[in-house]
């Protein structure tokens, strides 16, 4: 959950966030170096499987974006899907970069 949510890891660790899961979920947490070490690695395979299986053999499109976030940093995003029609696209990654084109 909390990976999908792009809560930090480390926050699994906070007095408050432990005491508040472990209340209502009853059951105890693990310490976020324990989630890194034995939960993420799964979590990557089952996602690089998923769009493995949504792309099968079909051509792709790659869509690389620049961007400025609303703290002014700017973000470089890496898309990938399937060209055809009903084919959805995913985010491979959402980089920080030091620029983009539009501010060379």
Same mark, same amino acid.
């Given at each position: *959950? *909390?990976?999908?949510?792009d @809560? $930090?890891? @480390?926050?699994? +660790?906070? !007095?408050?966030?432990? /005491?508040? *899961?472990?209340k209502?979920?009853?059951? !105890?947490? $693990?310490?976020? /170096?324990? *989630? %890194? !070490?034995?939960?993420?690695?799964?979590?990557?395979? +089952?996602?690089?499987?998923?769009i %493995?299986?949504? @792309?099968?053999?079909? /051509? @792709?499109?790659?869509?690389?974006?620049?961007t400025?976030? !609303?703290? &002014? %940093?700017?973000?470089?995003?890496v898309?990938?899907g $399937?060209?055809?029609? &009903?084919g %959805?696209g995913?985010?491979?990654? /959402?980089?920080?970069?030091?620029?983009?084109?539009?501010?060379?």
């Amino acid at each position: *959950m *909390m990976v999908a949510r792009d @809560i $930090p890891l @480390i926050k699994a +660790n906070h !007095k408050e966030f432990r /005491s508040f *899961m472990e209340k209502y979920v009853q059951k !105890k947490v $693990p310490d976020q /170096s324990t *989630m %890194r !070490k034995h939960y993420l690695k799964e979590i990557y395979e +089952n996602v690089l499987e998923e769009i %493995r299986s949504h @792309i099968g053999n079909s /051509s @792709i499109f790659v869509s690389i974006d620049e961007t400025t976030d !609303k703290a &002014g %940093r700017f973000v470089c995003n890496v898309i990938v899907g $399937p060209l055809r029609q &009903g084919g %959805r696209g995913f985010l491979l990654t /959402s980089e920080v970069i030091q620029k983009t084109l539009h501010h060379i």
